[in-house]
């Protein structure tokens, strides 16, 4: 399988890379493909870690507009709505925990909430990605520099 890609793609380090975007593959996926070319760990590491790190980018900022134009779509709408009620709930539960604990200032919410994605993103199994991780920053309402630092670290844990 991996001389197939390779050779779909032409070239050993953009198939990595590319395969490192791939939702459900992304980071740890790569590293496996990766070292099934032959390259060593701390290489495959680093191109693995790249790519699916710049995955965050386009998800933060197209997540939600995603979401609004399938929306429109009648037969899908269902399912997007379904997706962005269990963020928003998550969301929600959350802030409720850390009132219900007492008034904490908005600093430390906001680093509660880096620490949550944070220590998903670490956690190295399927579905706890960058994709993910990122979808979870954008229904806590975290700003996009508010975001990089814990799913970068988290990405880098998780390899």
């Not at 760990?41 to 933060?60: C, D, E, N, Q, R």
Request: hydrophobic content about 50%; glycine content about 8%; overall charge positive.
């Amino acid at each position: 399988m991996t001389e197939f890609i390779s050779n779909m793609i032409g070239n050993d380090f953009f198939a990595t890379l590319i395969m490192s975007l791939v939702p459900l593959i992304e980071l740890k996926g790569s590293i496996v493909f990766a070292r099934g070319i032959g390259y060593g760990f701390f290489k495959a590491l680093g191109i693995s870690y790249i790519g699916s790190t710049f995955a965050f980018i386009p998800v933060f900022f197209l997540l939600i507009p995603i979401l609004k134009l399938i929306k429109k779509i009648k037969p899908i709408r269902i399912v997007a709505d379904k997706i962005e009620g269990y963020f928003d709930k998550k969301a929600k539960d959350t802030l409720e925990k850390q009132e219900q604990d007492g008034k904490k200032s908005k600093h430390s919410q906001t680093f509660l909430k880096q620490m949550g994605v944070f220590i998903f993103v670490a956690i190295p199994l399927p579905m706890t990605g960058v994709w993910t991780g990122t979808a979870i920053a954008v229904f806590l309402n975290l700003k996009f520099k508010e975001s990089v630092l814990p799913i970068a670290l988290g990405n880098l844990v998780a390899g």
